[in-house]
């Protein structure tokens, strides 16, 4: 398809070579070198549909395809893999997402979701039977709303701030809620709703003031914007790895601030925890009075990790993560930002209600249309294109593959005015 007037400046704003991407990805798997150029459509599969969803579920790269082949081989133990390391993977992967998201390794423990995380910091902090206050927001992920909405039922004082009406959370607001009775702050760094971007760093800054911790859930902010969670000083974080890390359901971090690591009890016991162990029952065990010793780490694993940990996720992430840090987060934003604007642009000239700030740099767009789901199902099927429509709202996501062309046809299918 040949590009419109609209889009000619987007196509020109495509992100430069990235030089030195292949050395990058040598220790990640034995895959596909990743394309030379944003859009990096030769990166993954030619996808039967306009695919502008990538904030529900990012397409697996064929490098990320080809480490999972590779794996499988091994897992067969057909002699093909002799040298195969999961250890080394595993490695790798922890060292890379605690560079891109600013962390030390020993802040990070792999985890099964950014539920799972949630959830395992409110255990932490004491939550239900604590008392202290948490301060949410309407941007927050609305599968927390359930979590939230039971912790009030049991007694807790939550409060949850509404969205302005440029679709953002006001720190105005926020520093009217938060008092020296407030335990946590809970939020979504990048909003799934619309893809709002908080100032973490001022979140916390607020937060600690007042002796409270921040949770910051950030499956859309991690390999989407520049991320360093230790120069915001966010005490607790998790992900997913399934969006925009490019890994799979079932694999997530989470990440606790050294420095309060030692501050913070365990919420559960599992062995994946254990640093030092010495059985005292079976044959030529040294005698002991106690079944066993064991003693847990330090370290954000030696507190909150539990079992067995995901090894095909693991391997989908040693590819994926590295190809993210050779292409480049910022790079990443300097080629979506404009696809976002021209979005941006026209819907608003359309009519179409804005969820999402004109400023905004994540990776996702969003509008409000009542009825969305059953205007909008038809014409987006006739015209193969993919992405959010929920009931009153539809949502863009803009990957490292979209390019001008994908927007085009986003904006031939959706209907000239907000349908009535």
């Not at 799979?248 to 913070?264: A, C, H, N, S």
């Not at 040693?318 to 990443?332: D, F, H, T």
Request: aromatic content about 8%; hydrophobic content about 45%; overall charge neutral.
């Amino acid at each position: 398809m040949s590009l419109t007037r609209r889009t000619l400046f987007t196509a020109a704003a495509a992100a430069p070579a990235l030089a030195g991407a292949s050395d990058a990805l040598a220790q990640g798997a034995t895959a596909l070198a990743p394309a030379a150029t944003l859009p990096a459509r030769s990166a993954f599969a030619r996808m039967p549909t306009t695919y502008l969803d990538s904030g529900s579920t990012h397409p697996m790269p064929l490098g990320a395809r080809a480490a999972l082949e590779e794996y499988l081989r091994y897992k067969t133990r057909d002699g093909s893999t002799p040298d195969y390391s999961m250890s080394a993977k595993e490695k790798l992967v922890r060292e890379t997402f605690a560079e891109l998201v600013g962390a030390t390794p020993d802040e990070l423990c792999v985890i099964q979701s950014t539920t799972m995380g949630e959830n395992l910091v409110l255990k932490a902090l004491g939550y239900p039977q604590e008392r202290g206050r948490i301060v949410t927001d309407a941007l927050h992920f609305f599968g927390s709303f359930y979590t939230y909405g039971e912790l009030s039922k049991a007694g807790v004082d939550v409060v949850t701030l509404r969205m302005t009406k440029d679709g953002r959370i006001d720190m105005d607001q926020m520093a009217a809620a938060v008092n020296d009775k407030t335990k946590l702050i809970a939020l979504s760094l990048v909003s799934t709703v619309n893809g709002f971007e908080h100032d973490l760093k001022a979140v916390c800054d607020l937060a600690h003031a007042h002796g409270a911790y921040v949770y910051a859930d950030i499956v859309h902010a991690a390999g989407v914007v520049p991320v360093n969670l230790r120069e915001t000083g966010v005490d607790f974080a998790a992900t997913s790895s399934y969006k925009w890390l490019m890994g799979d359901f079932g694999l997530g971090f989470l990440y606790v601030r050294k420095e309060i690591q030692e501050q913070i009890p365990r919420p559960w016991w599992g062995y994946e925890q254990v640093v030092r162990f010495q059985s005292h029952v079976l044959p030529y065990d040294p005698p002991g009075a106690t079944v066993a010793d064991a003693e847990g780490g330090a370290s954000a694993t030696g507190r909150f990790a539990m079992g067995t940990t995901s090894w095909t996720g693991m391997v989908q992430l040693a590819y994926s993560l590295p190809w993210i840090k050779a292409v480049g987060v910022e790079q990443l934003v300097a080629h979506r930002r404009p696809l976002a604007q021209t979005i941006q642009t026209e819907l608003r000239q359309r009519g179409y209600e804005p969820l999402t700030p004109l400023d905004n740099r994540s990776a996702l767009v969003a509008f409000a249309l009542k009825d969305a789901r059953a205007k909008l199902a038809e014409p987006l099927k006739k015209a193969n294109v993919t992405l959010t429509v929920s009931a009153n709202r539809f949502r863009v996501s803009l990957a490292a593959f979209n390019d001008a062309n994908d927007i085009d046809r986003l904006l031939s299918a959706l209907p000239k005015a907000p349908p009535a």
